[in-house]
């Protein structure tokens, strides 16, 4: 299960969108983004470009 260290959340308003976002990206399922620890964990059915679900989480203004 791939990991990613997220910054700038602070509520769950960020951790919903957060997980909005990664679930937007084809062959993601279980999304799990804990706000304390500040890390999003995810199931792929195929291989993802990281640098593809950093940018879906940056857009939201946050840093991965």
């Given at each position: 299960?791939p990991?990613?260290?997220v910054?700038?959340?602070?509520?769950?308003h960020?951790?919903?969108a957060?997980?909005?976002a990664?679930?937007?990206?084809?062959?993601?399922?279980?999304?799990?983004?804990?706000?304390?620890?500040?890390?999003?964990?995810?199931?792929?059915?195929?291989?993802?470009?990281?640098a593809?679900?950093?940018?879906?989480?940056?857009?939201?203004?946050?840093?991965?």
């Amino acid at each position: 299960m791939p990991t990613l260290t997220v910054k700038g959340m602070s509520c769950n308003h960020c951790k919903q969108a957060v997980t909005q976002a990664l679930e937007a990206l084809p062959g993601v399922s279980d999304v799990n983004v804990d706000l304390e620890k500040g890390e999003a964990t995810w199931k792929e059915s195929q291989p993802l470009d990281i640098a593809e679900v950093k940018k879906a989480i940056n857009k939201l203004g946050f840093e991965a």
